[in-house]
């Protein structure tokens, strides 16, 4: 075997009119870690298909520990040690977290009985090596985002792999989850196991890498080591342009909040939650993963019904009896998790964007839809959101991760919310997409919508927000006004006891 683990040479690979990859080369060595990094759609995910043998490219060759391929299978790929994390997990929900870590080594080595003892042994010991607490015998389907990415992370560490590919590892993960990852790769690195890691966070590519690799538009743009690199550098190689984050500044403020949460409490969710949300704002809730966070905006949009206290909205009482009840009220909510509660998946973007409009463009007591009045609509928040596509009856599936996340704010804005709960609005989305995310984000606040934006990514909220309110432990800890805080402050205010 030569210097390089794995080698890729001018691969190429076309979807119809669109290049995905246009001769793109990619070299790793044993023991490097190394970062693929790129705007949502520059063909990461791609290439990653290609090393995996989901896609078979069009041109060029694969290398692997010195034997040449033209293409692989998944099988030739996991024969020759190559793992992969993907973005959306691939877990199974009704099975078990012991389960779901021990399912590709029963797979691999096709093991035909199936030995719950020793999978709860094999499991228990990579949640221990992640250095997290989550149940084993708990169903994958009633997890977090960020337990099910653990639970991804653990199935993979636990086959022989002399190169693992991580797609956005720590999407949803914690401080003490991402430290703990940290820890596992650089024992891997240790090992002589190669890595792959993907992500949009560029202080985790720091972190991680010993060298980086930037695509944009399917191609090459540089290749080298990260001391060759720093955040101004790396934002422009991905996106061509120069990408500032601004500080949000409302408008007037109404004295008459446009929403008011009272005393709402749910047992082992959250606690006396008490706060106020004004037209034209944009409030920040930032918490740590089980902080309740997520729990208290199901709540508000009625995917959870509390325990006690009361929900107003323009001074009048809500009874919310389920999403739909939200909706009426002009109540939306983008969901953390796109890929499973945002979107259908296989349903094309002109679908997905006017589900929430059906009713509004139906004619009289025969139901008849307005389809030129709903294709309007789609049309108009398609332009005003910069959603990039083929055509507007691809599925949904088809877009990069920003674009997706374009498709489930454009279904809510084409209800004419009132107010807005937008859960992690830019989880998994590249740099130059968060920017335009925000200015969106400011752009409907400006215009009137009260706004919620709920996120632990602390920049975001810094720089999208104008108040921000601290949750610990299913409780308010603190109120600020953004301009006043720094991250490193606001960090610590998440991790006090």
């Not at 683990?5 to 790793?28: R, Y």
């Not at 973007?349 to 009713?359: C, H, P, Q, T, V």
Request: include cysteine; hydrophobic fraction near 40%.
């Amino acid at each position: 075997m030569g210097e390089y683990l794995l080698e890729m040479n001018e691969i190429s690979k076309s979807f119809q009119a669109v290049h995905a990859l246009d001769h793109v080369s990619f070299k790793i060595k044993p023991g490097e870690a190394k970062c693929l990094v790129g705007e949502n759609g520059c063909g990461k995910s791609t290439l990653i298909k290609v090393i995996s043998g989901v896609y078979t490219p069009d041109s060029g060759s694969i290398t692997i520990k010195g034997k040449t391929y033209t293409s692989l299978t998944p099988t030739q790929s996991i024969a020759a040690g190559i793992q992969v994390i993907y973005q959306d997990f691939s877990l199974f929900p009704n099975l078990t977290v012991a389960e779901n870590i021990a399912m590709g080594y029963n797979l691999y080595y096709k093991n035909k009985i199936v030995n719950k003892k020793k999978n709860r042994e094999m499991a228990k010991k990579m949640i221990d090596e992640i250095g997290v607490s989550i149940a084993l015998d708990k169903e994958v389907g009633k997890l977090s985002v960020g337990e099910k990415q653990v639970v991804a992370i653990c199935r993979a560490l636990l086959l022989d792999a002399e190169l693992i590919i991580m797609d956005e590892p720590t999407t949803a993960l914690t401080a003490k989850e991402v430290g703990s990852l940290y820890r596992i790769i650089d024992d891997l690195k240790k090992k002589g196991i190669a890595l792959i890691f993907v992500s949009h966070k560029l202080n985790e590519v720091f972190e991680v890498a010993e060298s980086i690799c930037v695509l944009r538009d399917g191609k090459n743009v540089i290749d080298g080591s990260k001391e060759d690199f720093d955040e101004t550098k790396m934002t422009y190689y991905m996106t061509g342009r120069n990408v500032v984050f601004t500080p949000f500044s409302p408008g007037k403020i109404e004295k008459a909040p446009m929403l008011r949460i009272e005393h709402l409490n749910k047992e082992n969710q959250y606690q006396d939650i008490t706060f106020n949300l004004y037209q034209g704002e944009v409030l920040g809730i930032t918490g740590l993963l089980g902080s309740g966070r997520t729990e208290l905006a199901e709540s508000i949009f009625g995917l959870q019904k509390p325990d006690s206290g009361k929900i107003f909205l323009e001074g009048k009482e809500l009874c919310l009896k389920g999403s739909d009840s939200a909706v009426n009220a002009g109540i939306g909510y983008l969901p953390e998790d796109r890929l499973t509660q945002g979107l259908f998946l296989n349903v094309s973007i002109r679908k997905n964007i006017s589900a929430g409009i059906i009713r509004k463009f139906s004619k009289n007591f025969l139901h008849i839809i307005d389809r030129k009045g709903i294709y309007k609509e789609v049309a108009n928040q398609v332009e005003s959101l910069k959603i990039k596509l083929g055509d507007l009856e691809n599925p949904v599936s088809s877009l990069s991760g920003g674009n997706q996340q374009r498709v489930v704010l454009a279904k809510w804005l084409s209800i004419r919310p009132k107010v807005l709960l937008l859960n992690c609005p830019t989880v998994g989305v590249d740099v130059g997409s968060k920017q335009n995310i925000h200015e969106t984000i400011k752009r409907l606040a400006k215009e009137g919508i009260g706004i919620i934006v709920i996120s632990d990514d602390l920049m975001e909220v810094l720089s999208v927000c104008s108040r921000v309110l601290v949750m610990n432990k299913g409780k308010f800890t603190g109120e600020y006004l953004a301009n006043e805080l720094e991250e490193e402050s606001l960090q610590r205010m998440l991790v006090k006891e």
